[in-house]
């Protein structure tokens, strides 16, 4: 069955970096783009941007174009959002999403960005 | 950007009733091909969302006939018939139309 996996929790310091992960299984990797989804505390959701496995391709919200990194590894099927400079408005927890209809949904990590 | 507006912020539903929740657009959201790019979710609590509504009216793999969705091209509606305990959570809608994608701000759904 289709599931991703996120990497665990994370707490930074602010103006640090942290790199998540999302591990695909039970479909072909580079078939399904990868969006990436912020939720912060009880608020609603936030479209980071998407990579494309196969091409390599990326398209990110103009919010975080800044600040987000997305690429994968296709030899592990994984999928890599790297947040840099991070603030406490950072806190959230993040999600990967498959395709356009994000249809499955990674279990969410947590980063928390305190000193 | 485009905004959707989900109305109301909450409701409280009797086991068995029905339920139904507005999600209105700032721009139409039906594409070029013909598909309303409007799509619900719904995020039980402590868990990710899933995918319950795509292209406006199409319920998504696993999920009961007791949920049905339709529109126009700016205003949808949600419902859900027969109203279960396990329907708790937060339901948002979101468009798949443009980038920037957006969500609404969700509706969360409680039991009586």
């Known amino acids: 069955q289709v599931k991703l996996l996120q990497s665990g929790a994370a707490l930074v310091k602010p103006g640090d970096s942290v790199k998540m992960s999302c591990k695909a299984s039970?479909?072909?990797?580079?078939?399904?783009?990868i969006h990436w989804v912020k939720q912060s505390h009880g608020k609603s959701l936030e479209w980071i941007g998407y990579?494309?496995?196969?091409?390599?391709?990326?398209n990110y919200n103009e919010k975080f174009k800044s600040k987000a990194t997305l690429t994968v590894d296709k030899s592990s099927s994984t999928a890599y959002m790297e947040f840099s400079r991070l603030t406490s408005e950072d806190s959230a927890i993040y999600y990967c999403?498959?395709?356009?209809?994000?249809?499955?949904w990674g279990q969410g990590v947590m980063v928390t960005v305190s000193s | 950007d485009i905004v959707l507006t989900q109305a109301p912020l909450s409701v409280s539903v009797t086991p068995g009733e029905s339920a139904s929740i507005s999600c209105r657009s700032s721009?139409?959201?039906?594409?070029?091909?013909?598909?309303?790019?409007l799509y619900w979710y719904l995020q039980r609590p402590g868990k990710s969302p899933q995918l319950l509504i795509y292209?406006?009216?199409n319920l998504a793999s696993g999920v009961p006939d007791r949920f049905s969705s339709s529109g126009s091209e700016t205003d949808f509606t949600l419902k859900i018939s027969k109203v279960e305990t396990e329907d708790v959570g937060v339901y948002y809608c979101?468009?798949?139309?443009?980038?920037?994608?957006?969500f609404g701000s969700g509706t969360k759904l409680e039991i009586k």
């Open positions: 999403a498959r395709s356009n209809f994000f249809d499955y």
């Open positions: 039970g479909y072909t990797f580079t078939d399904y783009i």
């Open positions: 990579i494309n496995p196969y091409s390599g391709g990326t």
């Open positions: 721009k139409s959201l039906l594409s070029s091909k013909g598909i309303t790019s």
């Open positions: 292209q406006m009216s």
């Open positions: 979101g468009h798949r139309l443009e980038y920037p994608l957006t």
